[in-house]
């Protein structure tokens, strides 16, 4: 089984910025997997946002482009995201998932796609 969790979510104002952090463990010490975040808006479908994957692909949802990165740290056990210059509509929870491979699938940005999925952390952008 794979553990997902994700931290680093607040509160802060139009033009902030925050990271979130996501680790997935599993079993094996050597275990490394895709991961993804997605968001989901009060009253709105869950949006993929961002994939990475263990060799460092990255791969972006149009809407956010611009002002998120994804990252993973030198062990590859660690995936970040880098919120810049937040707007009140980026408010929402942000989930970390996991995928089987280690790379990012076909359609990274559907959920259906991973398999692991973490609790969610909250970010929210006052204006």
């Known amino acids: 089984q794979v553990q997902v969790e994700e931290s680093g979510g607040g509160l802060v104002p139009a033009g902030g910025s925050l990271r979130l952090s996501c680790t997935a463990s599993g079993p094996l010490n050597d275990d490394r997997y895709a991961q993804a975040w997605f968001r989901q808006a009060p009253g709105k479908e869950r949006e993929g946002i961002s994939c990475?994957?263990?060799?460092?692909?990255?791969f972006y949802a149009d809407s956010i482009k611009d002002h998120f990165t994804i990252s993973r740290d030198g062990m590859n056990t660690t995936v970040r995201l880098q919120l810049n210059n937040l707007k009140p509509e980026d408010t929402a929870i942000y989930y970390c998932a996991a995928a089987v491979t280690r790379y990012c699938p076909g359609s990274w940005a559907l959920g259906s796609r991973y398999k692991y999925w973490g609790q969610g952390t909250q970010v929210t952008v006052s204006s």
């Open positions: 990475i994957s263990v060799a460092g692909a990255e």
